[in-house]
Structure formats: C-alpha cells, structure tokens
C-alpha cells in the first residue's frame, strides 16, 4: 500500500534573503505611500478642500502601492532571488505609473476634486 503524497515544494529563497529583498523595495513602496499621504493632506487642507470624487482618488493612490506591494510579493516569494526581485521591481513601476497619472490628473483636472 503506497500513498503517493505529492512532495511539497519548498520555497527557493531562505527566509531572510526573502525578509530583505522585500524590506529593500517596501522602502520604495513605502515611499510612495508617504508621497500619495502627503499630497492628500494638501490638497484637503486647501482652502476649497476636497469633494468626494477628490477623496476617492487620492486615497486611492495611498492604497495603491500597498495592494500592488502585496499583490507581487504573493506572486513572487517562492520563485529565486532575481525573478522575485523583478516581480517586486515590476510592481514598483506600475505603481510609479499610477502616481504619475494622479498627479496628471491633478494638475490637469484638479478642479473637479476641490470644493465641498
């Protein structure tokens, strides 16, 4: 009688080399968190503040890079070192895509966020 249990795989990387490959682009991640935060706050703490599709879109880009953060790290933390970081690199440039069409939007736009 023999089972045939699949083997199960383990991952490529040792847990610190995936600790610290993820740490040194959560930097990056955390980055464009930092930015996105801060020109929320100073858009609403203008003098005409934000509307509701203003809050949407700016919190929107506070929450972006951590869902595309989380979103790479799951799809790359079992693979080897530089397809993980190239997972991580890649989702570090969709989400300096989507700040920069914030900003766009903002600067070209801006209007329809403001006011109450």
């Avoid at 847990?15 to 959560?26: C, E, Q, Y």
């Avoid at 890649?90 to 403001?114: E, R």
Wanted: hydrophobic share 65%.
């Amino acid at each position: 009688m023999t089972t045939d249990a699949a083997p199960r795989r383990r991952a490529a990387l040792p847990v610190w080399l995936v600790a610290t490959v993820s740490a040194f682009f959560g930097l990056f991640y955390a980055y464009a968190v930092w930015a996105a935060v801060g020109f929320l706050v100073s858009q609403a703490s203008g003098p005409l503040g934000l509307n509701g599709y203003g809050w949407f879109v700016l919190i929107l880009a506070v929450v972006f890079p951590a869902i595309t953060f989380a979103v790479a790290f799951a799809i790359g933390w079992r693979r080897r070192l530089l397809p993980f970081a190239a997972i991580l690199l890649t989702g570090l440039g969709v989400t300096a895509v989507f700040w920069v069409n914030v900003l766009g939007y903002a600067a070209a736009y801006g209007a329809q966020l403001l006011g109450s």
